[in-house]
């Protein structure tokens, strides 16, 4: 199986890797693809540039078997729409079956993403959740989960796409967004981000500075 975890990684941090390894362990996985976006459509956009977070993951992963990354999406020019990604994905894997994890928060408004009902055509769902929080689902998103959810990960295996599986991960509770605030306030990130990539931070003097939004 191939397994996409997507994301803007502005800095890359404990919270995604650790998810990352979880997935590999529970879904017995030989490894999870880390896809850095470009431009992500209903976020604001990344403080760091793409070559910048590019650098970042590989310093993260460099000693990690079970992780890589895909930077497809920081080659491609305009927004990073998934659906365009896993089309292409899929026209290179043939009848894989093809993971793509998504947060229960952006699951919960998947109706938002474009053509988002083609996504199950292409991939199952991996939507990944917080032990401690349960968002509402969007009407269209839930009759999507009741009829497409399985809660035994070797289903995923037996068809190409078009499942949804949903999981929880403890990691999912550090935010991008607090560490980027905390550096700006000259704070110490240790923990939170691997020490080589804050030691690239430091160098590149990222998000030393506070970004309006």
Not at 14 to 24: E, N, Q, S, T, V
Not at 76 to 86: A, E, I, P
Request: hydrophobic letters at 45%; charged letters at 20%.
């Amino acid at each position: 199986m191939i397994c996409l975890l997507g994301g803007t990684f502005d800095p890359v941090h404990i919270g995604h890797l650790r998810c990352a390894l979880d997935l590999c362990a529970e879904l017995k996985l030989a490894q999870v693809h880390l896809l850095p976006a470009q431009i992500p459509p209903l976020r604001e956009l990344p403080q760091a540039s793409a070559q910048q977070r590019l650098d970042m993951l590989r310093l993260a992963i460099a000693d990690e078997k079970c992780l890589t990354v895909d930077a497809r999406e920081l080659a491609r020019q305009g927004l990073s729409y998934s659906v365009d990604t896993l089309a292409e994905i899929r026209t290179e894997i043939g009848d894989q079956p093809l993971l793509f994890c998504v947060g229960a928060d952006a699951f919960a408004k998947l109706q938002q993403w474009h053509h988002w009902e083609s996504l199950f055509d292409l991939a199952h769902l991996v939507v990944m959740g917080r032990p401690t929080s349960h968002q509402p689902l969007h009407p269209k998103v839930a009759e999507q989960l009741r009829l497409r959810q399985v809660t035994n990960p070797a289903d995923l295996a037996t068809h190409p796409q078009g499942k949804i599986y949903q999981t929880q991960f403890v990691g999912l509770g550090v935010s991008a967004s607090e560490i980027r605030a905390k550096i700006a306030r000259k704070e110490s990130a240790r923990y939170l981000v691997p020490d080589l990539v804050i030691a690239y931070m430091q160098s590149h003097h990222l998000y030393q500075s506070v970004v309006a939004k």
